[in-house]
């Protein structure tokens, strides 16, 4: 059983950067797909990046060259570097961890799908004031 423990959230100006960090507990995290979500009350939760096994990585457009998502095998530790922040970011910002093969077909193409993660943090909250 995997755990997951977000940190690094905060209260920012826009244009301002943060860097999210999630550090996992148990074993294999170097085989599973890792990915950030961000959820603000109301809506559903969004994909945001994603990293696999061998370092490629997806973005959501909305973040493209502002955001850039990491991870180091050895300190079991995921990533997610936010620059350029701008309100419309406020979110809680959530580590996720999945294993199937959806997951990597639907991060080819873009595309995340909360459903299919197995493991999840309790979230850090991001707030961006204009």
């Known amino acids: 059983q995997m755990q997951l423990v977000e940190s690094g959230g905060g209260s920012v100006q826009a244009g301002g950067s943060l860097r999210l960090s999630c550090a996992a507990s148990?074993?294999?995290?170097?085989?599973?797909?890792m990915a950030w979500f961000r959820q603000v009350p109301g809506k559903d939760r969004e994909g945001v990046a994603g990293i696999d096994w061998d370092g490629s990585t997806t973005y959501a457009d909305s973040v493209k060259g502002r955001f850039t998502i990491s991870k180091d095998n050895g300190k079991t530790t995921l990533y997610l570097q936010l620059n350029s922040l701008q309100p419309e970011d406020t979110a809680m910002y959530y580590c996720a961890a999945g294993a199937c093969g959806g997951i990597r077909a639907k991060a080819a193409a873009g595309t995340f799908t909360a459903a299919e993660y197995k493991h999840w943090g309790q979230g850090t909250q991001v707030t961006v004031s204009s």
């Open positions: 148990g074993s294999d995290f170097d085989r599973y797909y």
